[in-house]
DNA sequence: CATATATTCAACCATAAGGTTGAATATCGG
DNA sequence: CCGATATTCAACCTTATGGTTGAATATATG
């Protein structure tokens, strides 16, 4: 399966993201993907390799163009690890965060 | 406010994940979470550093000891954009189920 | 005070990441 | 066949990352 350093990896760049939300709309050329964005193509095509690597796009070769389609399946790890963490930010975070801001308060 | 990059990229190391682990069973000094790594002490400071930049610990100065504790704050920005894909995962689950259905039909 | 402990700081190193440019490959439309 | 288009490959550059070791700083303890 894949791995979550790969997938949270692929997903903690800006770029990649906004690609993802891109075919998030549907599936795009290669040139249709880099349109957006200022940086070269030869880049954007790194950027796709990265995100294919990661399992979050396929790719559909069709004539001379590539065509992307998300895959989000890898987010569900994601969506998992994350989960663990719910109760840390829902659950006693007023009481936390008091206890630190009285610690600071006693000591500059 | 925190950004998710910085988020998501604190959060791809695994070493850093399993500090988080770590620190969601309590607060702990550096040399305790460094305990169960490999890498030198060194290594795990920085990578506190790197958690504690992203706002996902904070850090608690008790005489020579640095007291850490969990902040999971920043992860609900990861929880709230990975959920924005879920709906693409469920789609592909279900034309799955779609596609063993109708395998179990044409095959009784 | 002297020494041990906890932690960071600083310098350094190897590799990875993100970008560029230029050439190569493949396909499309006359 | 030819020229335009879509995309990748290859080489290169700069900076970031993750690790090391050794010294510095601060605090605890006999």
């Given at each position: 399966?894949?791995?979550?350093?790969?997938?949270l990896n692929?997903?903690?760049?800006?770029?990649?993201?906004?690609?993802?939300?891109?075919?998030a709309?549907g599936?795009?050329?290669?040139t249709?993907i880099?349109?957006?964005?200022?940086?070269?193509?030869?880049?954007?095509?790194?950027?796709?390799k990265?995100l294919?690597?990661?399992?979050?796009?396929?790719?559909?070769?069709?004539?001379r163009?590539?065509?992307l389609?998300?895959?989000?399946?890898?987010l569900?790890?994601?969506?998992?690890?994350?989960?663990?963490?719910?109760?840390?930010?829902?659950?006693?975070?007023?009481?936390?965060?008091?206890?630190?801001?009285?610690?600071?308060?006693?000591?500059?």
């Open positions: 399966m894949y791995r979550l350093d790969h997938t692929a997903v903690s760049h800006p770029a990649r993201r906004a690609m993802l939300a891109r075919l709309e599936s795009a050329r290669v249709e880099a349109a957006p964005f200022e940086m070269s193509l030869n880049a954007v095509s790194k950027h796709l990265v294919e690597a990661a399992g979050l796009i396929e790719r559909e070769k069709r004539g163009d590539h065509i389609a998300l895959r989000a399946g890898p569900r790890q994601v969506s998992a690890w994350v989960h663990e963490y719910e109760r840390f930010w829902t659950e006693r975070l007023d009481r936390l965060e008091a206890h630190f801001r009285q610690k600071r308060k006693e000591n500059p």
